[in-house]
């Protein structure tokens, strides 16, 4: 159910210049603001690179704070999670306002068996993009080819 802004406008045409003021003043054209999924909920974009010794993971989540994020390795199975909640509440001659945000989000990556050092793996946050470093195993890197002379 979505709650919808009316305005009653005592124009000269009632009932219509209300409603096209009413549609005018959505958040029609607010890309900035409109959520993609059916939870009303936004995914942050993701880069996953891999290097020849890390896997290297972008999370874009701008307006969040370093303590907002919960990353954990299960297995092979990484999860980036984060939850914001905001409250303001400003008090006026005869009403309050009060405006409350809430954001979260989850995304989890199946990592390859076997191949990420689980004790170096470092998270760095910084100008709205949390950044993982997830480094491979020595084993597990890729390795120059061996030349083998021939006699």
Do not use: C
């Amino acid at each position: 159910m979505s709650l919808v802004k009316w305005n009653e406008n005592k124009g000269a045409l009632p009932g219509f210049s209300g409603w096209l003021d009413d549609f005018w003043s959505r958040d029609l054209f607010n890309w900035g603001n409109k959520n993609f999924s059916s939870t009303q909920t936004t995914l942050p974009s993701v880069n996953v690179k891999e290097t020849d010794g890390n896997y290297e993971v972008e999370v874009a989540a701008p307006g969040m704070d370093k303590k907002d994020f919960h990353i954990t390795l299960d297995g092979n199975l990484l999860t980036i999670s984060s939850e914001k909640q905001t409250n303001n509440e400003e008090e006026k001659a005869n009403y309050t306002r009060r405006e409350f945000s809430y954001q979260s989000f989850q995304r989890t990556f199946q990592l390859p068996k076997d191949v990420v050092d689980e004790e170096s793996i470092q998270a760095k946050y910084e100008n709205g993009v949390l950044q993982l470093t997830i480094p491979k195993k020595e084993e597990a890197r890729k390795k120059v080819p061996k030349k083998i002379e021939v006699q």
